[in-house]
């Protein structure tokens, strides 16, 4: 239960259901990958996307056994997932 004057209407399932702050969820999930050894490149605008390992930026290139992709408010850089992500 909620107890704030900026909502209004609200949906509350006792079972299945949470309510998280976005901004500390992904600063709590930033800390978590850092601390397990992830690197994290903020603000790298991602021109192109090779095999998935492999991605070129404006000042170089990436290259990682594994990449996570955040899109943030942008649409996906790989089609195939354009249409099965909204950009918030």
């Known amino acids: 239960l909620v107890h704030s004057p900026t909502y ?9 259901s949470a309510l998280v702050h976005p901004a500390k969820l992904a600063r709590a999930l930033a800390r978590a990958c850092v601390a397990a050894g992830v690197e994290i490149f903020e603000n790298s605008p991602v021109q ?3 095999d998935g390992t492999v991605l070129e930026t404006p000042t170089g290139t990436l290259r990682s056994q594994r ?8 649409p996906s850089l790989l089609r195939r997932n354009r249409l099965s992500t909204v950009p918030v």
């Open 48 to 50: 192109s996307i090779g």
């Open 67 to 74: 990449t996570a992709l955040a899109t943030n408010v942008f």
């Open 8 to 16: 209004e209407a609200g949906l509350l399932r006792r079972r299945d």
